[in-house]
């Protein structure tokens, strides 16, 4: 089985809402972002979301742009993101996800880029410029290799392409706060709320909450209304503003703790 579902499956059966911890490859460097992945997992993190560096991200606001722009320049690239999650996988169980540009997935070539992903170990795929109308360039090749497609549903999706979204997508479904880029202004609870509610009547999947969570208590307080949060500015921002790898790895831990610690609270 799917380690998704598998999460999703235990997460169910102790009531708990998951944390997705995204952190970007590469930045510090390849070796410091695969211990920033390790210590999210042990701090609470139940999966990781992997940005796989790209010049021009369309979603990304600024703090994951200029994480991309550091990691690019230490020699961050597609090749190298898949030799570290095959090197997490000899010691890590938790399920990761590319958060990737269509432009590298095609650069590499669909088939070969999803094949030598789940050889590696990835569980799944999500991208965001993807448009929904190409999804079938995409999606059939990930599932075939028995990885998630994971879509992305937005405050202003219509009912219809909210349909095409649930029966597109696999794993859970990845629904957009903010109208706009990563860490930007979280919506209002109540906002999220209705449109939770509305994609959660047309399907079985998992509908986590991702795009402007800063703190604990915003996660707490729009867990009770999904299955999850996903949580990346902020904690790459955590992670960076310490002097040392060491140092970003203590304060990482220290936050995802904070915010575990308040989800769990529900």
């Known amino acids: 089985m799917n380690r998704i579902r598998t999460t999703f499956n235990k997460l169910q059966e102790k009531k708990r809402k998951a944390l997705v911890i995204f952190l970007t490859v590469g930045d510090p460097s390849i070796t410091g972002s695969a211990n920033l992945v390790k210590a999210a997992c042990e701090a609470g993190a139940d999966i990781i979301e992997l940005g796989v560096p790209f010049s021009d991200p369309l979603a990304d606001g600024p703090i994951i742009q200029h994480s991309f722009t550091r ?8 090749n190298k993101s898949m030799e570290m999650v095959e090197h997490l996988r000899t010691s890590l169980d938790t399920p990761l996800i590319y958060m990737i540009s269509s432009m590298l997935v095609l650069n590499m070539g669909v088939q070969v880029f999803m094949r030598r992903s789940a050889s590696v170990g990835v569980d799944g795929v999500i991208i965001p410029d993807m448009p929904l109308e190409e999804a079938s360039e995409f999606v059939p090749y990930a ?87 996903i949580i990346g500015s902020k904690a790459i921002e955590v992670a960076n503003a310490a002097s040392n790898n060491k140092n970003g790895i203590k304060a990482l831990d220290k936050f995802i703790r904070s915010v575990r610690k308040e989800m769990d609270r529900n």
Do not use: H, W
């Open 143 to 229: 599932k075939s290799t028995g990885m998630s497609s994971i879509l992305l549903a937005t405050p202003t999706s219509t009912s219809t392409r909210l349909r095409s979204i649930v029966s597109t997508s696999s794993g859970f479904v990845y629904y957009v706060n903010v109208s706009g880029v990563t860490g930007g202004i979280l919506a209002k609870p109540a906002e999220v709320s209705r449109s939770v509610a509305k994609i959660k009547r047309i399907t079985k999947l998992p509908v986590l909450a991702g795009f402007g969570i800063k703190d604990p208590k915003q996660a707490r307080v729009l867990s009770k209304v999904c299955d999850g949060v």
């Open 71 to 78: 990691a690019i320049a230490k020699g961050a690239t597609l």
